[in-house]
């Protein structure tokens, strides 16, 4: 659990973020321009009249958009509200032409009802995060600031994609549920499901290098075990899982001080400054906008029908968390290992391409990605898409891998020179790992005549240890073992040599 020890006590943080992922469709959310607004696209060629909003142009509702929105309620195991509507929400930018954003108000159910996602805890369980609603609505143009000493640029291609606002429910009525974002640590995990979820889905691309998601994110502490919650700050927009640990750590800490000192925090909008990790006021509950909400004349209530929601629920891939399940029921991986492989989409695709089905060989696959391959980005293309030699790097595939796990499987070469077969892999050597083992002659000694041969000889070569041995002193075993396995260029097949000595020494 993520404490802060003030002067007067322990107090926890208490964290609701409001993400913002940009929605994959062809066209935006009410008009058929292109929603591919990507800085390779030269600026403002994909933008309609309704975009920028040229008087009498009607909006339309993108249903793709709607079912994008639909397909990621049923990944976060929310409910879909049968009807919802559209709100203008007013305020002035040159990068909002209508001079008001569409979106679903706050006060009626949107399309996206409550939900939850689970993520580990910071005690290592399993924690469900609950989830109040998403909703719909239209993103901004760029302004450009940098193009012209004396003048700003828009750029209105970005102007009218679909945003998905996801937001956390903060349930004050049952806090001692403790179903809410309760670290840094934890709002990390949370976003990173939501990303993964939205990726596996094909909703968004939800990359906050790129823009594709960001997140406000509100923050507040409160005394540890006490069930009343703090007054929270609201910072806009940001990009980056680092800035936002740093953030939610910094401003926990600061709230602490202003409370152990008698003071009160004040629910003000914050602006953080990336280069000290501080924050400042950009607005105060008083200067708080009026957005001046009402319904949208031009929409129609959206009506979600069951065979809709049907539709879209049979072409649901398998999500992250039942990933994550799968691993440890099926496979028996621990909860570490299976977190690991699914921290991303694209590393659970390469550890089943590896797996192949065969459950037997899961928990060796995991272990040579956990400790040895994730050490070597450079070696192994996570997308999968590479292979042979890139940049000058051999690129380690899913097939070299299970290649490797079962020649160890099936006692063709031991621990030891599967290693070693690795390291080649890793210093460029071409050829399957078999290749490997052949070329170098790495193959595994299990001839028992061999062994036995082996072990004779090192028996006679250390008597006294053999003495020591008979007289209760079994610690030594590991000795001869070495030893043996030593004499035999590591070749020998360690099961068998521990079999044979221990009978030999008796
Ligand atoms: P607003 O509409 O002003 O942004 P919301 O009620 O929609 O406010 O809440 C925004 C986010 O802030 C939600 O994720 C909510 O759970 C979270 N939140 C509300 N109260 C607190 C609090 N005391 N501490 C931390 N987060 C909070
Ligand atoms: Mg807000």
Redesign the pocket.
Known sequence: MFTIHGKTGDWEV?????THIEVLSKSKLFSGASADYNPSVAPNTQVSMVDVAMPGMLPVLNEYCVDQAIKFGLGINAEISRKSCFARKQYFYPDLPQGYQITQP?DQPPVVGRGWVEIMGDDGNPKKILI?RAHLEQDAAKNKHDMHPAKSFVDFNRCGVMLLEI????D?KNPENNS?ISSPEEAERYLRQIRETARALGVSKANMEEGSMRA?V???VKRVGSNT????T?TKNMVSFKFIKNHIENEARRQVEILESGGIVSQDTLRYHQDDGSSSVMRSKEDALDYRYFPDPDLLPLVITDEQIERIRKTMPELPAATRARYIEKFGLAEYDAARLTETVDISHWFDAAVGGKAERAKGIANWMISELFAHPENYDITNEKTGVVDGMRIITPTDLSELVDMVAASEINGKQAKDIFIKMLDGEIGTPRAIADKFGMQQITDTSAIEKIIDEVISANPSQVEQYKSGKVGLLGFFVGNVMKASGGKANPGVVNEILKKKLG
């Open positions: 208490v964290v609701g973020l409001e706050a109040e937001v956390t429910f903060l004050t809410y406000d509100n923050v507040s919650f703090g007054t929270r609201e």
